[in-house]
Nanobody, 122 residues
Framework: QVQLVESGGGLVQSGGSLRLSCVAS????????MDWYRQAPGKERELVAA???????NYADSVKGRFLISRDNGKNTVYLQMSSLKPEDTAVYYC????????????????WGQGTQVTVSS
């Protein structure tokens, strides 16, 4: 079993900052890509940022220059530093990870966290 647990969400004023964390635990041999998604009420889930195991990153245009994704491979943890937050950033944020459970496993599995609420007030 693998679990992803997010933390760090909350209520913040427009222009403020928050740092989200997501820790993966359980049967993990290796983690490839780790992502952050978000889903606002009435909208589809969207990819916010992604980071590979070697540190290559990718961002949605809407957050470029404001959000920074990073990871600590030794701690199986991914972070999302969010700055200059806007009301339109309000959403439930989910982390995901592509995980190989054992050395001999032929497959990678995608796991999702339960989500953490981020609310930005104007």
């Amino acid at each position: 079993q693998v679990q992803l647990v997010e933390s760090g969400g909350g209520l913040v004023q427009s222009g403020g900052s928050l740092r989200l964390s997501c820790v993966a635990s359980g049967n993990i041999f290796s983690i490839n890509v780790m992502d952050w998604y978000r889903q606002a009420p009435g909208k589809e889930r969207e990819l916010v940022a992604a980071i590979t195991s070697d540190g290559t990153t990718n961002y949605a245009d809407s957050v470029k220059g404001r959000f920074l994704i990073s990871r600590d491979n030794g701690k199986n943890t991914v972070y999302l530093q969010m700055s200059s937050l806007k009301p339109e950033d309000t959403a439930v944020y989910y982390c995901t990870a592509d995980i190989k459970p054992t050395r001999s496993s032929s497959y990678w599995f995608r796991y999702w966290g339960q989500g953490t609420q981020v609310t930005v007030s104007s």
